[in-house]
């Protein structure tokens, strides 16, 4: 009987060979995804740039030196003037609203200013370039200003940033040249102060108890199976959950009339407490998940070394298990909020302002996000609009990356400290 021998040496060189050709093509392929990445992120950023700067024509039906006091301009006017102004050319009906939607007194000067530009100037755009076209087609954008301008002799043409200092501290407006962003940052900014106190905790415990204390049971894995289908379910169901639990349920409590905060007759759930309920909810199954698995990578030496020393479970946890685990948790609940702050869905069916001028100063507020806002804007036909969604979606991609950026530190802190 004859056996065929297989030379040891050439099998392994030949299965070496493979296998670094096999390397070197998933390698090829990493690589290619990463720059694909790279390059869509660009050129998300590029066409958002595109759409915050370039040429407009502006024209004002009112003209500005009508509005002057004794030779001052309406931008060097102090408060009290402007407000005067404002009452001497609105019928008392307009300024009593503006005046019971929120007092004069508690604006700002920013405030009454951006209402006389958009109550008396009534500036209107007429015509909008973005950036490559302010920039390479100048010969067409002056065609078009020469043909505008002769129907429209108070016509000016302008190159814009549509993100200012001024557009972000100033309020919302029903006109795109006094409209601010600043009510949608503080609404965002609520709202997700909201969802973390709500969700951190209670996501931490959760998963601490399920690590840690309530076994390998048929119980654990029902529960464990249902947190997990619960990180898929579709934002919106979650806001269906929350117009159903707080803003109708709970809505003594979420309107603020249960503590006496607000007018009972006028209170109702629609209320900032009710978002940031229902995006803890939201990201609840996120946090508990990615918490469970930090707890899961503790070494299980640690423990025993506990165990071993007459600590208790609860002590073994705190002094040890939790300070080992918190980078993962804190890495965690920093994807979670990521996602809340970004959601809209769960926020339009909850109650959030699509238009609102005042800023909320609660948890019992009326509110809008900044998600809400881009997307209302983005809805409307007017390209000035549009160029505003980009300067908000700026806005809002700072305050992403600066509240990743905080998270991160104190997560790199508190790892040093334990």
Sequence with gaps: MKFNSIDPKNSFADNLSARTRSGKTWQLMFLLATIVAIITLTLLMINIINSVFGYAIIDSKVDPATLAVDGISIEEQSKEQLVELLRANLSKGAFNKMENEKSFTDRSWSEVLSVVEERLLKFD????????????????????????????????????????????????????????????????????????????????????????????????????????????????????????????????????????????????????????????????????????EAIRSVPQSLRHAGYGLGATKWQITWAHVLPNALPGILTGTILAISRAIGETAPLVVVGASTAISFDPTSPFSKFTTLPIQIYQWTARPQPEWQHLAGAAILVLLVLLLSLNAAAIIARNKLSRKF
């Design 125 to 292: 755009v007429l015509k909008t370039w973005n950036l490559w076209d302010s920039l390479f087609k100048r010969t067409d954008v002056t065609q078009e200003y020469t043909a505008i301008l002769e129907e429209n002799p108070n016509a000016q043409l302008k190159f814009i940033s549509w993100l200012t200092w001024e557009r972000v501290v100033r309020p919302q407006s029903s006109e795109p040249l006094t409209a601010g962003i600043r009510t949608a940052i503080l609404g965002s900014l609520w709202t997700i102060v909201i969802t973390i106190i709500f969700a951190f905790p209670i996501g931490v415990g959760a998963a601490v108890y399920l690590e840690e204390y309530a076994g390998k049971n048929w119980v654990n894995r029902v529960i464990q199976t249902n947190i997990n289908n619960l990180a898929g379910v579709p934002s919106i169901i979650y806001g269906i959950l929350g117009l159903a639990i707080f803003v109708r349920t709970l809505e003594p409590l979420t309107s603020g009339s249960l503590l006496g905060f607000v007018d009972p007759t006028t209170a109702n759930g629609r209320t900032v407490l009710s978002a940031g309920l229902t995006l803890g909810l939201l990201v609840l199954p996120l946090i508990i998940i990615n918490s469970q």
